[in-house]
């Protein structure tokens, strides 16, 4: 009496599964958007229907959803018609308003171009709705067409809906035919993900029929193979499928085991949702703090001008008054020394926030563009249920907020310098000590990147220096190493102990390297951001590193050629004997 529940929950699970999955491929996005350009210029006399088919390619539904909509309460043709309730029909499908969308894929003609695109758009929508019935005509209409790159969808991906709509109804004869078929073709095309899709919807056919002899098999395949895959929420289903599976078989000790491994990685996942949301909040408070700055550097200004204006006003009275001119001559003199002084501040300021504002234009907004536009491609494969594109878009915009919250700790610490609010307590340090800790935080990211990583620092190496400047300095130096080095590559520090009295640290990496021009141009001296030259070069990272071992009385050298990876040397004081 026992199996039966957690049979029905072993088949609630494997279908929760995004039943999309299975979708048209994004090969016929290409021709799709390449024909829709065309027709944009052919039809550029109405404007509407032209501002539908931009915003459809920049994938901004909801000013699709208004064009398309004033377009067709117009007078139209029928091929300027069929479009713009493609338009119409393809937003409320991203918007997640399916009855729409199905009432404009309704409305277009079979003359259209992309009119099988339509039909298996209209089948996947009823089977999301769980109306089976309905979805079966419209995918054994797909069915019958052949794969073909133009097209844009595999027969195996249809096949499965069309095995997954018989499962849900019940139907399991036609349902195993119909897996069983898009498996085979899954296997030959080495689609991973899909087979275990597939694996596990078959071991859910024969859950339900009481096979356990059968079904069994395919839920282990399906477990194995999602140790081979970085998607989440696939091992996790894996995972607690074969827990439920052991717990009917009342193997309690190993159901435990793999309800444990569902919980570790059902843990991951929302650690790392976690992680993302925590550097979301961080970076959007650097941006209003630094937006704050800026504002008051701006209403200073403006009360400095009125003090300006008021004392120029007051100096042109006192010239009036003849009788008293030696007196008012002096009060000149000594206001015209604090209006310079005062101009003087006021031009710090300007160039700070002109700093300001050329750092947070070119570098934050590169930076919030990407990672809008990454977004944008996580909203897409999430709605596609893409879980393979959706993973690896996941990491991008990991590293796209890694990189941006590293620029703002660098705007911050460069502010505090332009500002003089940095404090240096320059005392005595071991060297390898201070390496270990700032190379700890990379580990994991170099072996990510399969990168070799090597210190070899002395443990009697001492150097005389602020120890939280120069762990800045390092971070920034390692992590461009780390971006410039190539997955195989190495990366190396090492130290020298001079008798000069000063200890040589050298980051030593195999990554694009410098030309003799870019050398020149970051070493130079100048209290302004270094440009940067064919989007590389340095940046504010470098410069904000020159300012600090300045600071600490220690020097930069590079050695580096292109292609063949660069070393940076940072020379250090030694303490003095006498302490």
Request: with cysteine; charged share 25%; aromatic share 10%.
């Amino acid at each position: 009496m026992y199996k039966i529940p957690l049979r029905i929950y072993l088949l609630y699970i494997t279908f929760c599964l995004p039943v999309l999955a299975f979708s048209q491929a994004d090969t016929t996005i290409s021709l799709l958007n390449k024909t829709i350009k065309e027709k944009g210029i052919q039809h550029k006399q109405q404007p509407d229907f032209y501002k539908a088919h931009t915003f459809f390619l920049a994938k901004e539904w909801d000013s699709v959803m208004v064009y398309s909509m004033r377009q067709l309460e117009k007078d139209n043709n029928k091929e300027v018609k069929d479009y713009s309730c493609y338009f119409r029909a393809t937003a409320f499908a991203r918007k997640g308003l399916l009855d729409e969308a199905l009432k404009e894929y309704n409305a277009i003609s079979k003359e259209f171009d992309f009119y099988y695109k339509v039909r298996l758009s209209i089948g996947e929508i009823l089977l999301e709705q769980n109306k089976f019935n309905l979805a079966i005509p419209y995918f054994q209409e797909i069915e019958a067409l052949q794969d073909a790159p133009a097209l844009g969808f595999k027969v195996s991906s249809v096949l499965h809906n069309l095995g997954l709509c018989y499962l849900h109804l019940g139907r399991f004869n036609e349902a195993e035919q119909c897996l069983f078929k898009g498996f085979k073709m899954q296997e030959q095309a080495k689609d991973t993900l899909a087979l275990i899709g597939s694996y596990m919807d078959i071991a859910t056919l024969y859950y339900e029929q009481y096979q356990d002899d059968k079904a069994i098999p395919n839920f282990i395949k399906a477990y194995e193979l999602s140790k081979k895959v970085n998607d989440f929420a696939l091992k996790q289903n894996a995972a607690l499928n074969m827990a439920v599976v052991e717990e009917n078989r009342e193997n309690y000790n190993q159901a435990i085991i793999y309800r444990k491994e569902y919980e570790a990685w059902r843990d991951s996942l929302n650690n790392r949702n976690k992680v993302w949301e925590l550097a979301g909040l961080e970076k959007r408070f650097a941006v209003a703090q630094k937006q704050k700055e800026v504002n008051q550097l701006i209403s200073e200004n403006k009360v400095k001008k009125a003090e300006r204006d008021r004392l120029v006003y007051t100096s042109g009275i006192l010239l009036v008054l003849v009788a008293v001119l030696i007196y008012f001559y002096r009060q000149k003199i000594k206001i015209n020394r604090i209006i310079e002084a005062q101009k003087a501040k006021l031009n710090d300021l300007n160039a700070a926030k002109d700093r300001l504002f050329s750092i947070v234009s070119h570098d934050l907004r590169t930076s919030v563009s990407a990672l809008k536009s990454s977004n944008a491609s996580l909203l897409r494969h999430y709605e596609k249920k893409e879980y393979e594109a959706l993973d690896k878009q996941l990491h991008n915009s990991s590293e796209i907020a890694n990189s941006t919250y590293n620029l703002l700790d660098n705007l911050l610490n460069w502010a505090l310098l332009q500002t003089k609010q940095s404090y240096f307590n320059i005392e005595a340090l071991r060297l390898l000590l201070l390496v270990e800790q700032v190379a700890y935080n990379y580990t994991a990211i170099m072996h990510a990147k399969d990168i070799h990583f090597t210190i070899d620092v002395p443990a009697r190496a001492v150097v005389f220096a602020d120890c939280e400047s120069l762990k800045l300095v390092l971070r920034n130096i390692l992590d461009n190493a780390i971006k410039y080095t190539v997955a195989g590559g190495f990366i190396k520090i090492d130290s020298e102990v001079k008798k000069d009295n000063k200890v040589k640290l050298r980051i030593t990496d195999t990554g694009k390297g410098m030309t003799a021009e870019v050398i020149e141009e970051v070493l130079k001296e100048s209290d302004v951001l270094i440009n940067k030259k064919n989007g590389t070069g340095a940046g504010l990272g470098l410069q904000l590193c020159k300012s600090i071992l300045l600071k600490n009385n220690a020097a930069l050298a590079i050695e580096s050629e292109p292609g063949k990876g660069t070393a940076m040397i940072i020379t250090l004081q030694k303490p003095q004997k006498n302490g």
